[in-house]
């Protein structure tokens, strides 16, 4: 019999939703907004597209296992040296390359729960000891977290915004819990939804990591920046921290198409400004329309929101598949009342309150 690690038998393979064609077969719908994989409704900056095709590729040749021009381009946007960044192929991979460089069995790992189910995937895998902390109304217990770490600590995860649940940290509350945290431990600050936060009170995360070695910032393309299906994000940090991950990370993660595309992408700071305002728009929509029809919901940063429907979570995502509509089940959140819905487009916005409307009515 092959060996397995007993820590991966016990693991389940991610589970993609639905594809969009597949739902339009089975129910006979011309029509299908998606909304449960936080997507961008806008796609991605045209700059894209003109960077593609500007460009005769040879696909034969290895991409440029350095990134230099996605690299070249982050400094420019960032103005940091290029030694700062490492580039991953999604920020799901910056996060793999940290628990395989930081986690053992001999280790800890500190995180909220619910949170972004990838830190406790990996943690797994490295066979590290997973310790959760509940939230507290969609918040991180900051407090609660710094007391968990101990010796035996190696990272500690915050998502701000998190996913599930929207919300995001202040500046106050996250010194204040830097601070707590000895710099034997690794602190991951997974901003995937950076791009869309309003927040007066919002930290500035380059100031810390001037401040803080032992601090990483993990930012990605797939999300404001429209460029999911490319897989690429990346992590911020000080030098030093960057070149004790960098050994684990595979040469020639992030392809070539997407490294182009990345940094033309970040170039175009309009589209993303024009993303934000449209994402805060429907944020406000939504907030109103649960407030009248008396749903609960946490105030969100992110471009989604987790609404609380008072009954069973699978049988409201059911009900708006029907009318063309695919929400995130809160069932596999931590949430079983609760749909993640993603902040569409305007008219998207709109027929998705409709549809909710028309099932709570009922
Ligand atoms: C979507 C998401 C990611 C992963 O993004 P990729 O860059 O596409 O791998 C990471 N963290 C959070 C919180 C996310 O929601």
């Given at each position: ?5 007993d ?27 998606k ?8 796609g ?22 350095g990134?230099s021009?996605?690299?070249q ?69 900051l ?27 202040s ?87 997407a ?53 069973d ?40 309150l409709?549809?909710?409307?028309e099932?709570?009515?009922?």
């Amino acid at each position: 019999m092959m060996y397995i690690k007993d820590q991966v038998k016990k693991l389940t393979p991610y589970k993609p939703g639905k594809t969009v064609d597949e739902v339009k077969k089975e129910l006979g719908l011309s029509e299908i907004i998606k909304l449960a994989s936080n997507e961008n409704p806008f796609g991605c900056s045209e700059k894209v597209g003109q960077e593609l095709t500007a460009h005769a590729m040879n696909y034969a040749i290895y991409p440029d296992g350095g990134g230099s021009v996605l690299r070249q381009a982050l400094t420019e946007f960032y103005q940091l040296p290029g030694e700062q960044f490492i580039l991953g192929n999604g920020s799901d991979e910056i996060i793999q390359i940290i628990s395989r460089a930081m986690l053992d069995s001999s280790k800890n790992t500190v995180m909220a729960a619910p949170t972004f189910p990838q830190y406790k995937h990996n943690a797994v895998i490295e066979g590290a000891k997973v310790i959760e902390v509940p939230l507290i109304d969609g918040r991180h217990d900051l407090n609660k977290m710094a007391s968990a770490v101990d010796q035996d600590t190696a990272v500690v995860w915050v998502c701000s915004p998190n996913n599930p649940t929207g919300v995001s940290i202040s500046d106050q509350d996250l010194k204040h819990f830097i601070e707590q945290i000895p710099d034997h431990v690794v602190i991951v600050l997974d901003e995937a939804y950076f791009e869309y936060v309003t927040a007066a009170d919002y930290y500035d995360a380059l100031e810390l990591i001037r401040k803080y070695p032992n601090l990483i910032v993990t930012r990605t393309f797939s999300k404001a920046y429209g460029l999911a299906g490319f897989r690429v994000g990346y992590g911020i940090a000080q030098p030093s921290l960057i070149q004790a991950l960098e050994p684990v990370r595979e040469p020639f993660n992030t392809n070539a198409l997407a490294q182009l595309a990345a940094a033309a992408a970040i170039k175009d700071q309009s589209f993303i400004q024009h993303c934000r305002e449209q994402n805060r728009n429907g944020i406000e929509k939504f907030e109103r329309f649960c407030t009248e029809h008396n749903l609960g919901f946490f105030p969100t940063q992110g471009n989604f929101i987790l609404v609380h429907f008072n009954k069973d979570a699978n049988v409201m995502f059911e009900a708006l598949m029907r009318k063309g509509i695919i929400a995130r089940s809160g069932h596999a959140l931590g949430y079983p009342e609760s749909l993640r819905i993603t902040i569409g487009t305007e008219e998207q916005v709109n027929k998705t309150l409709k549809a909710i409307e028309e099932i709570i009515s009922q």
